[in-house]
């Protein structure tokens, strides 16, 4: 069933064309120099297609909470989703939403100099200029009014999000939003899960993020909880005034 996605407001990327493309579960926002529905959604229905029929053929890979081994002959993005697991000790299913944009964004940028893809807080960025991320951590939260800066110079990269107190995905945590920023995209959907999990009190805030700070393939971390957010990495913040 479709939900407003209205934490999608907190872009502010107005030179670029946005448009939305669905397939089954996956619901992309993707932002580019043109409207690109057309094969953004080939390229959609091609990716979907190839975890959902990895996932019948092997249902450990769906299921799990932890890294499973893959065949040796699996389409690249099973490839990504499981290097990805890997490195953030989280099942497969928890990197899909990262890997899907990064993979349908990598097809994009022979047709756009710019992309930025967001699919369920996931997101996706390739900019040829600073570009500003907005954040969501629930209805209310004041963290709301912050906005993460981009460097041109940083991408591709991905900010990911993994929240305890709402969105389908599953968490461990109670974090209301647990960010990262890495290279990956399905690294950083990983990487939020796996520290979003960490946190169930504020007094787990910092052990989370002396953990991050070992990972070289973490560039940022921010924690949000009803009462206290954390930060760490090469990125600054604006404040949204409104």
Do not use: W
């Amino acid at each position: 069933m479709y939900k407003k996605r209205f934490y999608r407001t907190n872009t502010y990327n107005s030179d670029l064309v946005a448009f939305h493309v669905r397939h089954f579960e996956s619901n992309l926002q993707i932002c580019a120099h043109s409207d690109l529905s057309g094969i953004s959604f080939e390229y959609l229905r091609r990716f979907h297609e190839q975890v959902s029929d990895y996932c019948q053929s092997h249902p450990e890979f769906e299921k799990s909470l932890r890294p499973v081994k893959i065949a040796e002959k699996t389409p690249e993005i099973i490839r990504t989703m499981y290097k990805a697991s890997m490195r953030a000790g989280v099942g497969p299913m928890a990197t899909v939403a990262g890997a899907i944009a990064e993979a349908v964004g990598k097809k994009l940028l022979k047709h756009s100099r710019e992309i930025i893809i967001e699919n369920g807080g996931d997101i996706f960025i390739a900019v040829s200029k600073d570009r500003k991320i907005g954040i969501f951590a629930g209805i209310g939260n004041v963290c709301n009014h912050l906005i993460i800066n981009i460097k041109a110079d940083q991408c591709p990269c991905g900010i990911c999000t993994s929240s305890g107190q709402f969105g389908h995905s599953l968490s461990m945590g109670n974090t209301c939003a647990t960010i990262i920023i890495s290279k990956s995209s399905a690294l950083a959907d990983g990487y939020a899960t796996a520290f979003g999990n960490m946190v169930n009190n504020n007094e787990d805030i910092n052990l989370a993020l002396k953990s991050a700070r070992k990972k070289k393939d973490i560039n940022g971390i921010v924690i949000i909880t009803s009462s206290k957010m954390a930060a760490y990495g090469d990125f600054t913040f604006d404040i949204l005034d409104k």
